[in-house]
């Protein structure tokens, strides 16, 4: 069982292009979600979805957007990037409600 | 506002002692609050969580604290182990009945250190 899967696991990107990372998971979980974990402040909530068709903001959502078509793949736009993205961004997923969250190994992205 | 904090950045113990980790929050909505242990270069893994109707939940050699009148829970750690050395996040959540349900948010981390 793969649990969450990320790719890539990392990408360096200049600032102004579009980037896409994906995230999927076979656990069924109606509740996926994307972090991004910068030094010293901890993992910041960027985007989230309870169930498949829905997403909702976080703490930090501006510069990406999200889509849920299906229940297993929750993928994180960059529409155009800049140098304050650079992080490692980690997916996860749980039944919705629970706070044992699945997380993925992460995606390192650098923007120059 | 929501902000969930950690008292300290780095704790360094000995290896077999008891080890404690803060957490204070702001959020007097949250009412379900887990620990998670992240190791170097991996995610974030579920320890183990507690809701607000009770004081204190223990698994396999940890305890966690939950204090609502002063905001504060803590893990405790027993026997120090060297593969507990990894960073400690606490997280809150607003359980039910909130549009903000589901929406885990973490504090900033306390890195366990633990010397042979």
């Known amino acids: 069982i793969a649990g969450i899967t990320q790719a890539p696991t990392s990408q360096i990107l200049a600032a102004g292009r579009r980037m896409t990372l994906r995230c999927t998971q076979d656990?069924?979980?109606?509740?996926m979600y994307w972090y991004r974990q910068d030094l010293g402040l901890g993992l910041r909530l960027i985007h989230y979805s309870n169930t498949a068709g829905t997403t909702g903001k976080g703490e930090v959502p501006d510069g990406y957007s999200v889509s849920r078509a299906n229940t297993d793949d929750f993928p994180l736009t960059l529409a155009s990037a800049v140098p304050s993205q650079t992080s490692v961004y980690f997916c996860?997923?749980?039944?919705f409600g629970s706070g044992e969250l699945f997380f993925g190994e992460g995606s390192r992205l650098t923007v120059l | 506002g929501e902000s969930v904090g950690l008292h300290l950045p780095t704790l360094s113990v000995q290896e077999g002692d008891n080890s404690i980790i803060n957490c204070a929050y702001s959020?007097?909505?949250?009412?379900?609050f887990i620990w998670y242990k992240q190791e170097s270069g991996k995610g974030p893994q579920f320890i183990i969580d507690i809701r607000s109707n009770m004081d204190k939940r223990q698994g396999q050699r940890v305890t966690v604290l939950l204090n609502k009148t002063v905001k504060h829970l803590s893990l405790q750690i027993a026997a120090t182990q060297p593969g507990d050395s990894a960073v400690y996040f606490c997280?809150?959540?607003?359980?039910?009945?909130?549009?903000?349900?589901?929406?885990?948010?973490f504090g900033q981390g306390t890195t366990l250190q633990v010397k042979p």
């Open positions: 959020n007097s909505a949250s009412d379900y």
């Open positions: 997280a809150e959540m607003k359980a039910h009945g909130s549009s903000n349900t589901g929406k885990l948010i």
């Open positions: 656990m069924r979980h109606n509740a």
């Open positions: 996860a997923s749980s039944d």
